[in-house]
């Protein structure tokens, strides 16, 4: 009987029609071999329900390989909790840039003219009631003034030493004792930007981690907003911006702010997000997988990368450094050249500025600045929620009052008794920095579809239009495979046969017996 198989097997044209009757009758594949039994019109049919399914499941297929390469992805969002979680670099800034004492004529200030044109060349505030200068004498004027526009900037902007009073922050925190003392001066550090001189708490992130949540465990400011040093060119409102962000980072102003008048106390619950975001092809343009700083001390974040492209410009176009850029370091341009020496008063009047204002206009840097694919450690985005009421109340008024006049910079024409609630109100605010529980927003992308969701759904539709499976494609392989043999076999064999007759023939004329015609 094996005998018998083995002969049928070798009696199969594998290549040819019987191959393929033989392999259609036998396949796992569902309906198929209908299509060589009955009557004619019913293997017509079959043959129809056949190619309509295979069309199915070939319309499905491509389908999917599609929407797998058009790299979808969801959002899943979820509430972390924590024992601890860091606190946030708090960055306040007064909204007036330019302190009236370093503008007016004081011993304290000896630069106070420059700083009067740089100002009103700053402001464009050219031949008004308060400027009475045109734009060439003002630039003729800061043309002779030989210090660093950082420089500048520091000299009129408010010092953290005014804008948070050590004596009046000792005296409310011995009069009203908490959880949590308000902070001192030294624990802010002071920056420039592009529009003046902010103070930043926890900006390298040394300080504590929050292990508590509620209002009385956050961290706590008295600021002087000190309307008295307001110059009147630079904005109509009076009070300070507030910026929350990853220690290290540096703020662009006016993005993100948080803005305190004076006689408020601003409560700010943090609402802080992790995000993870997938890099290309899933997001376009991508995201960055490391940190592309040119200061690696600082952790990658999109803001970072935008002030570093700022600074970079800046030192290209302008051949001098930003006033962002900390004294010290040094720029490499493209072309080369190093640039140690930051922008004077004119440079940045006439150019600096310009590009600052060019970049944040257009998306030059947002473009080249991609969102990194996963925060780094402790690294988060901070939203908030925040209330407000009034600060101070009456008798906190009452013991602050006599600690101002202590320090002599107030004396009593600036605080008056009949108005010391008034005075205070106008001048300062509270804010109250803290979690309302210690949970963080995750929200992380992932893929929609992977390889797994695509393999599952071409093997679905595999089996639902085609009764197939994997073992169904060993068989069809099979048998390509003894088609392919077949062939070779066909084509290759008859080459073989024609040499072998024709070997065969020579070999015969070679031992042919001439001897045998002798009778002929």
């Known amino acids: 009987m094996a005998d018998q198989q083995n002969v049928d097997d070798d009696e199969v044209d594998y290549a040819g029609y019987s191959g393929l009757k033989e392999f259609m009758s036998e396949t796992t594949l569902h309906g198929v071999h209908y299509i060589f039994r009955g009557a004619k019109l019913l293997r017509f049919v079959w043959l129809l329900g056949v190619l309509g399914a295979l069309s199915g499941f070939l319309f499905f297929f491509i389908a999917a390989v599609n929407n797998y390469m058009e790299r979808p992805s969801n959002t899943k969002v979820d509430t972390v909790s924590r024992s601890q979680l860091p606190l946030p670099a708090v960055t306040i800034c007064n909204s007036n840039i330019a302190q009236l004492s370093a503008l007016s004529n004081s011993t304290q200030y000896p630069h106070h003219e420059l700083n009067f044109a740089f100002v009103c060349h700053l402001f464009n505030d050219i031949k008004s009631s308060y400027c009475p200068l045109s734009r060439n004498e003002l630039i003729q004027i800061v043309r002779t003034d030989s210090r660093s526009a950082r420089d500048v900037l520091q000299d009129i902007g408010q010092a953290k030493s005014s804008l948070i009073l050590d004596p009046l922050v000792a005296a409310i925190n011995s009069a009203a004792p908490s959880l949590v003392p308000y902070q001192n001066s030294s624990s802010f550090t002071s920056i420039v930007t592009s529009t003046g001189v902010c103070h930043t708490f926890n900006y390298d992130g040394s300080q504590p981690n929050a292990s508590r949540a509620g209002i009385d465990t956050g961290v706590k400011f008295v600021v002087n907003v000190d309307q008295t040093e307001y110059a009147g060119v630079t904005l109509l409102s009076a009070g300070v911006e507030v910026y929350l962000h990853p220690p290290g980072e540096t703020i662009v102003r006016g993005r993100n702010a948080i803005y305190v008048g004076p006689g408020q106390r601003a409560n700010i619950a943090l609402e802080p997000q992790r995000r993870e975001v997938l890099n290309t092809p899933f997001r376009n343009p991508g995201c960055a997988e490391k940190n592309t700083n040119r200061n690696k001390s600082v952790p990658y974040s999109r803001a970072q990368c935008n002030l570093e492209c700022r600074e970079d410009l800046i030192a290209e176009s302008c051949g001098c450094l930003s006033v962002s850029v900390p004294d010290g370091v040094t720029i490499t341009t493209k072309n080369g050249s190093v640039v140690s020496r930051h922008c004077n008063a004119l440079q940045y009047l006439q150019c600096s500025s310009f590009i600052v204002a060019y970049v944040l206009l257009t998306s030059t840097c947002t473009d080249a600045c991609l969102q990194p694919c996963r925060p780094y450690e402790n690294q988060y985005k901070y939203g908030h929620s925040m209330t407000t009421d009034v600060f101070p109340n009456v008798v906190v008024a009452e013991t602050l009052i006599p600690v101002l006049l202590e320090t002599g910079r107030y004396n009593n024409s600036r605080v008056n008794a009949p108005n010391n609630l008034a ?87 070679k031992s042919f017996d001439l001897s045998n015609t002798n009778g002929v």
């Open 423 to 509: 005075y205070l109100r106008e001048n300062f605010a509270q804010i109250n920095v803290f979690y309302n529980e210690l949970a963080f927003e995750s929200i992380i992308e992932q893929p929609l579809i992977t390889l797994t969701t695509l393999f599952g759904s071409v093997g679905g539709n595999f089996g639902l239009f085609l009764g197939a499976s994997m073992l169904t494609i060993l068989e069809v392989g099979q048998y390509l495979a003894q088609a392919g043999m077949a062939l070779f076999e066909k084509f290759c064999g008859k080459k073989t046969q024609r040499d072998a007759r024709r070997v065969h023939s020579v070999d015969q004329v």
